[in-house]
C-alpha cells in the first residue's frame, strides 16, 4: 500500500498474555520507529530500526518488550506478559534513510490500540 | 536535557477566530522542527517543519509556524480556524534520527 500500514488495529488481551504488534513501512523507507501514545503522555520514543538494525532501543520500557525488523521492511513490536499499564496506542512511522532524500518528514500509521484488561 | 513542552492541554476557539498553539523546545544544538496534526483515530500528518532559514514556515492547510531562537519557542498559528481543524496538534524537535514530541494540545472548534 501507499502509506504505513499496522495491524490489528485493535487488541483487547488479558493481563499475563503476549501480544504482536506489526507495521508494515512505506517501500524503500529505511528508517522505522515504533513509538508508544498513552492519554495525556504525548508520543513516547521506543524504537528506532536503521534497515534490520536498531541501533537505539533505548525507550523500550521494560525487557517484556522487544522488536524486530525482517527484510529491512516488517517489524514487529512483542509485548510479553502484558500488564494493564501497558494499554495504549502503539505508533509505527516510517522515513528514508537521514540525509537521503529525507525530508525530516515522519509518515505514521494509524496505531494499533492494545487494552490489557 | 532534550525535551518538548506544550503548556496548553485544550483550547477552545470559535470558527473563523485565530489560533495560535505555543510550544517551547530544550535542545543543546540548532533543532529541527515539526508540528504534526492527529484527527480522531488516524495517525499524526505533518502540518510544517524548520530547518533553516526563514524562520516563518508555511504548512498545509493555512498554518504557519515562527521559529523564535531567543525564546526557545516555534508556535503554531492559523487566522481563522474552520471546523475541521478539531484535532489533536504534536510539536516535535529532531535531530538526525530522533524525534521528541510534545504532550500535544487538543483543539476544539465551536460553531
Known amino acids: 500500500g501507499a502509506g504505513v500500514s499496522q495491524s490489528p488495529s485493535n487488541k483487547v488481551t488479558e493481563k499475563g498474555k503476549d501480544v504482536e504488534l506489526r507495521c508494515d513501512p512505506i517501500s524503500g523507507h529505511t528508517a522505522l520507529y515504533w513509538y508508544r501514545q498513552s492519554l495525556g503522555q504525548g508520543l513516547e520514543f521506543l524504537i528506532y530500526f536503521q534497515g534490520n538494525s536498531a541501533p537505539d532501543k533505548s525507550g523500550l520500557p521494560s525487557d517484556r518488550f522487544s522488536a524486530e525488523r525482517t527484510g529491512g521492511s516488517v517489524s514487529t513490536l512483542t509485548i510479553q506478559r502484558t500488564q494493564q499499564e501497558d494499554s495504549a496506542v502503539y505508533l509505527c512511522a516510517s522515513s528514508p534513510r537521514w540525509g537521503v532524500g529525507n525530508t525530516g518528514e515522519l509518515f505514521f500509521g494509524e496505531g494499533s490500540r492494545l487494552t490489557v484488561l | ?111
Request: aromatic content about 16%.
Open chain 2, 1 to 111: 536535557a532534550q525535551s518538548v513542552t506544550q503548556p496548553d492541554i485544550h483550547i477552545t476557539v470559535s470558527e473563523g477566530a485565530s489560533l495560535e498553539l505555543r510550544c517551547n523546545y530544550s535542545y543543546g544544538a540548532t533543532p529541527y522542527l515539526f508540528w504534526y496534526v492527529q484527527s480522531p483515530g488516524q495517525g499524526l500528518q505533518l502540518l510544517l517543519k524548520y530547518f533553516s532559514g526563514d524562520t516563518l514556515v508555511q504548512g498545509i492547510k493555512g498554518f504557519e509556524a515562527e521559529f523564535k531562537r531567543s525564546q526557545s519557542s516555534f508556535n503554531l498559528r492559523k487566522p481563522s480556524v474552520h471546523w475541521s481543524d478539531a484535532a489533536e496538534y504534536f510539536c516535535a524537535v529532531g535531530g538526525t534520527y530522533k524525534y521528541i514530541f510534545g504532550t500535544g494540545t487538543r483543539l476544539k472548534v465551536l460553531a
